[in-house]
C-alpha cells in the first residue's frame, strides 16, 4: 500500500516545534540544531512526525523512527523500512510510505517568482508552457524532483537529465511513474515510483494540540 500523510502548519505549531524536543531522532538532532531559523526546524519536525504516524499505520514498532540515518547520497532511510519521502513547502509538509516501491515525494508552493530564470530549468516544450501558464513550472518541477527522490540519487543535473512524458518520466534509462496529488489549490504535489501507483491512502492529519480535519480521503487519481 502507498500512503501519503500531510498536514498545514499553522503560527502556534510552528511555535511548538521550534522548540527543541527530547524526541528528536538522534540521527537528526545535530542537524536540526544547524538550521538556521526556526521554520526550517518546525517543518523538519512535523515532517518526522508525520512519518512516526505512516509507521504506525503499517504496523511498525513504536521505536522505529528513532533509528532513522542517511544514506551515502544523504537521503533519510531506515533499515527494514520500505521506502519512505518527506517534503515540505511553507505551510505544507507531507510525507509518502510504500510498502514495496522506491518512491519520491514533493510538494511546492505556487508563487510567482523569476519564472524566466526558472524556466531555464525545464526542456523547451515546458518552457513554452509555462511562458503562457507561469505556476505550471511547479507542476513540472514537483515531478521533476519526485523523480529523483525515488532514485535515490538527487541533484541538479539529474533533475535536467530526466525526460517528462505524460504520466511518467524518464532517467537512469528506466521509466518512473508518476501521479499528481491534489492537497491545496496552492500547492502543486506530486508522487513518484518505479512501479505503477495505484490506490493511495491520502490523509490530512492535524498536529497534536489539534481536532483531526475529518475523515482520510483515499485517492486513485
Same mark, same amino acid.
Given at each position: 500500500?502507498?500512503? #501519503? ?5 499553522g503560527?502556534?505549531?510552528? #511555535? ?14 545535530e ?8 521554520? !526550517? ?10 512519518l ?7 504496523? +511498525? ?10 544514506? !551515502? ?25 510504500s ?19 526558472? !524556466? ?8 513554452? +508552457? ?17 523523480? #529523483? ?42 508522487? !513518484? ?22 475523515? +482520510? ?5
Amino acid at each position: 500500500m502507498l500512503r #501519503v500523510f500531510y498536514t498545514f502548519l499553522g503560527t502556534r505549531d510552528q #511555535v511548538l516545534l521550534a522548540e527543541r524536543r527530547p524526541y528528536d531522532p538522534p540521527a537528526y538532532r545535530e542537524r536540526i540544531d544547524r538550521m538556521a531559523d526556526d521554520g !526550517a526546524r518546525s517543518r523538519t519536525r512535523a515532517g518526522l512526525w508525520l512519518l512516526d504516524q505512516l509507521l504506525t499505520a503499517a504496523g +511498525h514498532a513504536e521505536n522505529t523512527l528513532e533509528h532513522i540515518g542517511f544514506s !551515502a547520497s544523504g537521503q533519510p532511510r531506515i533499515h527494514g523500512v520500505p521506502s519512505f519521502s518527506i517534503s515540505h513547502s511553507e505551510r505544507l509538509v507531507a510525507c509518502a510510505l510504500s510498502d514495496e516501491a522506491s518512491i519520491g515525494l514533493d510538494v511546492e508552493y505556487r508563487r510567482l517568482r523569476d519564472m524566466q530564470r526558472m !524556466a531555464r530549468l525545464l526542456d523547451t516544450a515546458e518552457r513554452t +508552457h509555462v511562458e503562457h501558464t507561469p505556476l505550471a513550472f511547479f507542476d513540472y518541477w514537483c515531478a521533476r524532483e519526485a523523480t #529523483v527522490k525515488a532514485s535515490g540519487r538527487v541533484g541538479l543535473k539529474r533533475i535536467r537529465a530526466l525526460k517528462l512524458a505524460g504520466e511518467t518520466a524518464r532517467l537512469d534509462e528506466r521509466d518512473w511513474h508518476l501521479q499528481a496529488l491534489d492537497l491545496d489549490a496552492g500547492y502543486a504535489a506530486c508522487l !513518484a515510483s518505479d512501479r505503477p501507483i495505484g490506490p493511495v491512502d491520502l490523509r490530512e492529519l492535524s498536529l497534536p494540540g489539534r481536532e483531526n480535519t475529518g475523515p +482520510h480521503k483515499s485517492s486513485d487519481q
